[in-house]
């Protein structure tokens, strides 16, 4: 919840070799959280809509917890911060602290992918992250783990999306390097034109070796002999989560966020 970006200084937040190191950072935020939930089975029921009986809700378990606190983190100022997107819109609650004054480094946007990321956690990241600990391993799911599931689910989510939600921060950046260079994509709409400008294929690839290397560190306890019972994440599905949905979806929010860049300034 702290804000990953020092606003007290706006050049520094719009620093692009600042804003990566905050990237980099994210990986190890999002990795340890993965980690954490691949202790787990995968426990699909919680995912289920009506599967795990909840009083005065239609939502799936693992939507419902996630809602819960969010409502609750929304009266603490969570999301005031620039950096962080709610899932739920709708369960935002009035502030018991007073409101933060943020300078304002970004511009107006109302540019929210959580709906999709939560959709591709769900039935591509997380199915390819939690591999079962051994053959011998009988069941997918397990009730007596079904909050911890939930509550690490939590940390997965809102970490994934302050990374893919830190392309505003990375387009509002490259937009004030060279205004010139995006206006004229902006004003034709030629949302394919403003990805080619904002893609940088090496840093991408660069993020991909690391991540993999992480993951191959990170992923098994090194004092656990081969033998021990404890699942470990998928070192192959944590790429792939980086290269079919975070690295992806990270640019949407950029594209997204400057398509909205002209409203109200002095280029509409
Ligand atoms: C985040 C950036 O923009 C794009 C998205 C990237 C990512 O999500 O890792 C990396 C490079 C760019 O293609 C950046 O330039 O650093």
């Known amino acids: 919840m702290d804000l990953v970006v020092d606003l007290s200084d706006a050049t520094k937040a719009l620093s692009l070799p600042h804003i990566r190191y905050q990237l980099i950072r994210l990986e190890d935020t999002v990795l340890f959280h993965l980690i954490e939930r691949a202790q787990f089975p995968l426990n699909g029921n919680i995912y289920k809509p009506g599967a795990i009986p909840i009083p005065d809700s239609s939502l799936s378990f693992s939507d419902w917890v996630l809602r819960e606190q969010e409502a609750l983190q929304s009266k603490i100022r969570r999301f005031q911060s620039p950096d962080e997107y709610p899932f739920f819109e709708d369960a935002m ?9 943020y300078p304002s480094v970004l511009w107006r946007n109302d540019v929210n992918v959580n709906a999709e990321l939560k959709n591709r956690y769900i039935n591509s990241i997380l199915p390819s992250c939690c591999v079962k600990a051994s053959r011998a391993e009988r069941t997918e799911e397990a009730q007596e783990n079904y909050g911890s599931a939930a509550t690490a689910d939590v940390n ?28 004229p994509l902006i004003k034709a709409g030629d949302t ?26 990170y992923g098994v306890d090194p004092s656990m002999d081969a033998e021990s019972p404890t699942r470990k994440v998928h070192v192959e599905g944590v790429v792939a989560m980086y290269r079919d949905h975070v690295i992806p979806l990270t640019k949407v929010v950029e594209v997204e966020y400057l398509m909205q860049r002209l409203r109200g300034s002095e280029w509409e």
Do not use: Y
């Open 156 to 183: 997965c989510l809102q970490s994934l999306s302050r990374r893919i939600h830190f392309g505003k921060f990375v387009a509002e950046s490259k937009f004030q390097s060279n205004p010139s260079h995006f206006i």
């Open 93 to 101: 609650q009035p502030l018991i602290l007073p409101p933060l004054e």
């Open 192 to 217: 394919q034109g403003i990805d080619a400008a904002i893609t940088d294929s090496n840093v991408e690839r660069k993020v991909l070796e690391r991540l993999r290397l992480k993951a191959e560190m």
